[in-house]
């Protein structure tokens, strides 16, 4: 049998993240001790009273079929912390459950772009904002995120991008991969650009809490005036609460919204599943102190790698104020993302991101995850300083 795939997965490639996790779980299936700062997954256990909420869930026999839009006591306590958190006013009718954060980006560009449509997108930024609109047979336009601007929006530069077939602005915030986070001012231009040229924002608030600057805090664009209409919010328990695995994001959007958002999701999924969802219900309700904790914990990590490459003499990298990424700068070292990348990991088991698997805009660059145990990092930092000290002797044969 021939099999031709669909056109729509024409030019639509797979996750490098994804790529390097596989060679580097076959590398340590081989024996290989390899030091992997790639994924973008909490290192801390989900927190004790949400798996036992969870037990307690499958024991009372939550193994059913839900509402598509999931139970109400979970929507109730949506609505409940982005009010009390973010200052945003939502009915449980106006929040969907989703299958992690990765389904809300689905439904909502499949649900508002038609063929030829076009959406802005940061650069850099997690693969799946490129992918979703050209499978959605959408236009993609990139507006860029440099390090001489601290990896914040140049706003001249989204306004000329804006055409007569523009839909939609993403936005991300705290960002994957830089760890930028929007300055209020930034947040305010972008809503006035949306109101001016009436374009969707898709707001992604997954790393929300996540964040380290007191003078910078996350600053949710529906909370604007005139923006709760044309928002799509995106946010879920993956990355705050450690639930990675989990599965369980939310949608929420303005009642004018929200029905196309729910007709698309239930042909996704039928909903999110059942006893994650009462978990959740306890996740949002009783932190417990667990955000705090993590978040304590990824700003020392975070202090730690900074002060570390900011000592070497071919790398360098802009202070991250939330997630839990550094994106560092290597290009002193004369080598491309893949190259380093590759060396580094050939030669050191040391493995990162190569930047341009988040864009253009991230040549030169590699993704390093700080959600890893900091013995893990100083042993990541030690290899590191080991390909420093190469660079700077020219004993590094790949070199253009």
Same mark, same amino acid.
């Given at each position: ?109 499949? +649900? ?40 914040? @929006? ?7 991008? @804006? ?7 993403? @936005? ?30 898709? *707001? ?15 600053? *949710? ?36 919204? @929200? ?15 059942s006893f994650v969802q009462e978990a959740a219900v306890t996740a949002l309700s009783h932190d417990e102190g667990s955000v705090e904790k993590m978040r304590s914990e990824f700003k020392k990590r975070r202090d730690f790698l900074f002060s570390y490459i900011d000592s070497t003499k071919n790398f360098s ?55 890893? +145990? ?17 660079? +700077? ?8």
């Amino acid at each position: 049998m021939k099999v031709k795939q669909a056109d729509r997965l024409i030019g639509v490639p797979m996750s490098k993240t994804r790529i390097i996790f596989a060679e580097c779980a076959r590398l340590a299936g081989e024996g290989v001790d390899v030091t992997a700062l790639t994924l973008g997954e909490p290192d801390f256990d989900t927190p004790e009273f949400i798996k036992e909420s969870c037990k307690k869930a499958l024991d009372e026999g939550h193994t059913k079929y839900t509402d598509n839009i999931g139970i109400l006591p979970l929507r109730i306590a949506i609505c409940d912390k982005l009010k009390r958190e973010n200052g945003l006013d939502y009915d449980p009718q106006e929040i969907i459950a989703t299958t992690g954060v990765a389904q809300g980006m689905f439904a909502a560009m499949l +649900s508002f772009l038609n063929p030829g449509d076009e959406v802005l997108i940061p650069d850099p930024v997690y693969l799946t904002y490129s992918a979703i609109p050209k499978i959605a047979g959408a236009e993609v336009k990139r507006y860029k995120l440099l390090e001489e601007n601290n990896f914040n @929006i140049d706003v001249k530069q989204i306004e000329s991008l @804006i055409s007569e077939k523009t839909r939609m602005i993403a @936005i991300v915030s705290p960002n994957n991969p830089t760890g930028s986070v929007l300055k209020r001012a930034d947040v305010e231009a972008l809503a006035d650009i949306a109101k001016k040229h009436d374009l969707l924002v898709l *707001s992604d608030e997954i790393y929300e809490r996540l964040t380290y600057s007191e003078e910078n805090p996350h600053i *949710s664009i529906a909370s604007l005036p005139g923006m709760k209409e044309r928002t799509i919010l995106l946010n879920g328990l993956s990355k705050s609460m450690a639930m990675t695995g989990w599965r369980l994001g939310y949608i929420a959007a303005d009642e004018k919204l @929200i029905d196309p958002l729910n007709r698309m999701c239930f042909y996704m999924t039928a909903g999110a599943t059942s006893f994650v969802q009462e978990a959740a219900v306890t996740a949002l309700s009783h932190d417990e102190g667990s955000v705090e904790k993590m978040r304590s914990e990824f700003k020392k990590r975070r202090d730690f790698l900074f002060s570390y490459i900011d000592s070497t003499k071919n790398f360098s990298c802009v202070m991250p104020e939330g997630a839990f990424y550094v994106f560092m700068n290597i290009k002193r070292t004369g080598m491309s993302s893949d190259e380093f990348c590759e060396y580094a990991l050939e030669k050191h088991q040391l493995a990162f991101i190569p930047g341009d698997a988040f864009g253009e805009c991230g040549q030169g660059y590699v993704r390093i995850s700080y959600a890893a +145990s900091m013995d893990k990092l100083r042993q990541a930092m030690d290899k590191l300083a080991k390909i420093d000290r190469e660079i +700077s002797e020219d004993r590094i044969s790949v070199r253009k």
